[in-house]
């Protein structure tokens, strides 16, 4: 079975878990519009947070931060799935994650959390995948 999920005002870890824990029940996953997905925090607490994860980094030997959305999405994925077992890496494989809409999955049905829903926040502080991804150096987003 093939699930699609549009990532549009979704929180991304809410999302990533619903990805992983349908990627684990053997579906394939596609996930559109990585780029709108949402954050909750503080917008300064957040990119302090990806910023020291980047300055720590040893660039031949990770940890690996992506400034690419669709690649960040999936690396927060990775994070959700046993990926260092075989069924973890089964798993990961079928996880599939796109900016944008592609063509193939225009016409695609695609299915609703609800309870990855911004409107579920209680304190109205986030910040949009696309903007972390900026900060980290991502040029194609930059304003």
């Known amino acids: 079975m093939e699930i699609t999920i549009d990532a549009t005002n979704l929180i991304l870890g809410r999302l990533c878990s619903y ?3 349908r990627a684990l029940e053997s579906n394939k996953v596609n996930i559109i ?3 709108n997905a949402v954050v909750s925090g503080s917008k300064n607490f957040i990119l302090g947070k990806y910023l020291h994860r980047l300055d720590r980094t040893n660039p031949l ?3 690996f931060v992506y400034s690419k959305p669709d690649r960040f999405v999936k690396r927060a994925v990775r994070g959700m799935l046993p990926y260092k077992q075989e069924k973890g890496k089964n798993a990961f494989r079928r996880v599939k994650c796109y900016t944008g809409t592609p063509d193939e999955l225009s016409k695609a049905k695609i299915e ?5 829903n911004l409107i ?6 986030f910040i949009r995948v696309s903007e972390i991804c900026e900060h980290l ?6 304003r």
């Not at 609703?112 to 990855?116: M, Q, V």
């Not at 150096?137 to 930059?142: H, I, M, T, V």
């Open 19 to 21: 990805a992983a824990k």
């Open 33 to 35: 519009n990585c780029e």
């Open 61 to 63: 030997r990770g940890p």
């Open 112 to 116: 609703a959390l609800k309870d990855a």
């Open 120 to 125: 579920n926040l209680k304190i109205p502080r």
């Open 137 to 142: 150096g991502n040029k194609a987003y930059k």
